[in-house]
């Protein structure tokens, strides 16, 4: 039990790092509305535009290869790490900007 609650916090501390460099550009996309998180632990295009787009798959890109290797690094499937990055940032996001609900794009 101890040992599963350590390499939560390990994944919830590797997540956090590594959306600080995209802090300034995410912030504004979301802040816009622009972008939103998905249930899949990566962003999603609210609006098409393609500024956003790029920003988008830049930082799918490196979730996905910080996943992998939290996954790894845990002795976890690539879908658990993302279903709890998912759960982080569904809690860490702020009123206003988008999450995918039900199906659909919603404001917290």
Same mark, same amino acid.
């Given at each position: 039990?101890?040992?599963?609650? +350590?390499? &939560? /916090?390990?994944?919830?501390?590797?997540? /956090? /790092?590594?959306?600080?460099? +995209?802090?300034?550009?995410?912030?504004?996309?979301?802040?816009?509305?622009?972008?939103?998180?998905?249930?899949?632990? $990566?962003?999603?295009?609210?609006?098409? #535009?393609?500024?956003? #787009? @790029?920003?988008? *798959?830049?930082?799918?890109?490196?979730? &996905?290869?910080? $996943?992998?290797?939290?996954?790894?690094?845990?002795?976890?499937?690539? *879908? #658990?790490?993302?279903?709890?990055?998912? #759960?982080?940032? $569904?809690? @860490?996001?702020?009123?206003?900007? $988008?999450?995918?609900?039900?199906?659909?794009?919603?404001?917290?």
């Amino acid at each position: 039990m101890k040992c599963n609650k +350590f390499f &939560r /916090f390990l994944i919830v501390s590797g997540l /956090f /790092f590594s959306s600080v460099a +995209f802090a300034i550009e995410l912030d504004e996309a979301k802040d816009k509305g622009l972008v939103g998180e998905l249930d899949t632990g $990566y962003l999603g295009l609210v609006v098409e #535009q393609a500024d956003a #787009q @790029k920003l988008l *798959e830049e930082i799918n890109s490196k979730r &996905r290869a910080i $996943y992998i290797s939290l996954a790894a690094k845990n002795d976890l499937t690539l *879908e #658990q790490v993302e279903k709890l990055a998912a #759960q982080k940032a $569904y809690n @860490k996001t702020a009123n206003g900007h $988008y999450l995918w609900l039900d199906g659909a794009w919603k404001k917290k």
